[in-house]
C-alpha cells in the first residue's frame, strides 16, 4: 500500500503529453492484453472462456518444529462484449506440532458492466472467515462505479467507489453490520518480459460509526517459468479496526486482538 503514490506518479509521467500516446482502449479490454489481468495468460485467448491462474504452495519441517503449512489460491475472468466477470479466492492451513495453528478462506466475485470507453459500473460479493481471528464469518455486497485510468502493455490502473452493506460474525456470537463506502484500486505494470508486479487494494470504512474500518490488500511478484507455469511472491494484508475481543487462555487477560494480519506467500502457478 505503500507503493501506491509511487507507480501512481510514474504512471501519471509516462502518459505525459511529451510521452507516446497510449492507444486507446475499447469498452472492454482487449482479448490480447487480458493476459495483463490475469497474469499473463497466454495471449490465444477466446471471448466468453474463463481465464486465469492456480497458485500453491505448501511447506513441511519436522525436527524440534513439526510445522506443516498449505495455501491456494486463485483468480480467473471471463469477457463477453460489454461484460466482465472476476472470480478470486484463498484457502490457507497451518499446523504445529499436530494441533491447527491457523486457517483462513476468503472468496470473492465480481461483475462489471461497461457503459463507456473505460467507466463500468460494478457488484461484488465477498466472504471470508478466519479461525485465528475469531471470525466465523465476514461478508459484503457492494455495488458502484469503476474507472480504467490506464490499460496497455505497460499499465492497468483501475479506481473504484460505491456503497456496500457489511457484516460481521464472531465466534463468541458478537455480530456488526453497517451500511460503508468501497473505495478500491488495482495497479499492475510489466517490469519486464517475465516479470510483473501487482497490488490491489479495498477498503470498507462505516458509514455509520467511524471506528468500524475494514480493508485488505495483495502486493505481489510473478515471474513466469514456463508458457504455463509461474512463481510469487506475494504479501496479503487483512485490517480490522474492531478486532474480536477474547480471553487469553494461558493468562487470563481479556482484550482484543491485532488489528493487522499480514500474511506472506511463495507460490507456484499454472494459468489457463
Do not use: C
Amino acid at each position: 500500500m505503500i507503493l501506491l503514490p509511487l507507480f501512481l506518479g510514474s504512471a501519471l509521467a509516462a502518459s505525459n503529453p511529451e510521452a507516446p500516446a497510449p492507444v486507446a482502449s475499447p469498452a472492454v479490454a482487449p482479448l490480447s492484453s487480458l493476459a495483463s489481468l490475469v497474469h499473463d495468460v497466454p495471449e490465444e485467448v477466446e471471448e466468453g472462456v474463463w481465464h486465469g491462474s492456480v497458485n500453491l504452495g505448501l511447506s513441511k519441517s519436522e525436527g524440534n518444529a513439526d510445522i506443516e503449512t498449505y495455501a491456494l489460491t486463485g483468480k480467473a475472468v471471463r469477457v463477453v462484449d460489454i461484460h466482465r466477470y472476476t472470480l478470486e479466492g484463498l484457502w490457507y492451513y497451518a499446523t504445529q506440532n499436530g494441533f491447527r495453528t491457523q486457517r483462513r478462506a476468503l472468496f470473492s466475485g465480481k461483475y462489471d458492466q461497461f457503459f463507456s470507453e473505460k467507466t463500468y459500473f460494478w457488484l461484488n460479493a465477498l466472504a471470508e472467515t478466519n479461525e485465528q481471528a475469531a471470525l466465523d464469518l465476514r461478508w459484503t455486497v457492494g455495488a458502484g462505479i469503476g474507472h480504467q485510468f490506464r490499460d496497455d502493455d505497460e499499465w492497468r490502473i483501475n479506481g473504484e467507489v460505491g456503497l456496500a452493506y457489511f457484516n460481521e460474525e464472531f465466534d463468541s456470537g458478537f455480530d456488526n453490520d453497517y451500511l460503508a463506502a468501497r473505495v478500491a484500486w488495482d495497479i499492475w505494470k510489466r517490469l519486464s518480459d517475465t516479470v510483473v508486479f501487482g497490488h490491489f487494494a479495498e477498503f470498507f470504512p462505516s458509514l455509520e460509526d467511524a471506528d468500524d474500518i475494514y480493508g485488505r490488500a495483495e502486493t505481489y511478484v510473478e515471474a513466469q517459468l514456463s508458457a504455463r507455469m509461474t512463481a510469487r511472491l506475494s504479501w496479503i494484508a487483512v485490517y480490522d479496526n474492531t478486532p474480536a475481543i477474547v480471553t487469553d487462555p494461558f493468562t487470563g487477560i481479556t482484550g482484543p486482538l491485532k488489528r493487522l494480519d499480514n500474511l506472506y506467500l511463495l507460490n507456484v502457478g499454472w494459468t489457463f
